[in-house]
């Protein structure tokens, strides 16, 4: 088993530490080889960001996707940018109001992350939620090995608020998953 993982946004939307959690709850809380590798544009904050994760129940021998199995976009630009490389069956999260141009010809799983995450008082959470939703969507990850690793990742006085929004996140993607 081998699966790539792309989450894309701007910078400052806490894509790269979604990626970090996703490679963490893998590797560390399950019993998965990952990798995680990131890059985003000169300016850092507003310009396109992108965080890969390949998970592997063997070595990794080579770092960065070469066929993206999930894709998790937050912003109109990285969804532009970083869709190049998708497959008829690659699974596709995005929030339809940050990427409102995403009808592309395969289904797309439409979670309103950014508004939860603004209901539970904080938008800076958006990419918590989505990373809920997409461990309910995706199904690779267990979601307690997910959620241990947000609350091993995040501050101690954002524990609570991360948390919420972690199982917001799961609730979301559920619903999601049903109306697909």
Do not use: W
């Not at 910078?11 to 979604?18: E, K």
């Not at 809920?132 to 954002?158: H, M, N, Q, W, Y």
Request: charged content about 25%; proline content about 4%.
């Amino acid at each position: 088993m081998k699966k790539e993982i792309r989450i894309c946004g701007f910078g400052g939307q806490g894509v790269i530490l979604a990626g970090f959690i996703i490679g963490k709850a893998a590797s560390v809380f399950m019993n998965y080889n990952a990798v995680q590798s990131q890059s985003y544009g000169p300016e850092a904050r507003g310009g396109a960001a992108r965080s890969e994760v390949i998970i592997s129940d063997e070595k990794i021998g080579y770092p960065r996707p070469t066929s993206v199995d999930l894709l998790v976009a937050m912003s109109q630009e990285s969804f532009d940018t970083y869709r190049n490389d998708l497959r008829d069956d690659t699974v596709i999260v995005v929030d339809p109001d940050l990427v409102k141009k995403h009808e592309i010809g395969q289904p797309v799983y439409k979670i309103h992350a950014q508004r939860i995450a603004e209901e539970l008082g904080n938008k800076i959470v958006t990419n918590i939620v989505m990373v809920g939703a997409a461990t309910s969507i995706f199904k690779l990850l267990d979601p307690e090995a997910v959620r241990k690793a947000v609350l091993d990742s995040v501050p101690s006085r954002f524990k609570e608020l991360n948390l919420k929004a972690f199982e917001k996140g799961l609730e979301a993607g559920k619903n999601a998953l049903k109306g697909l």
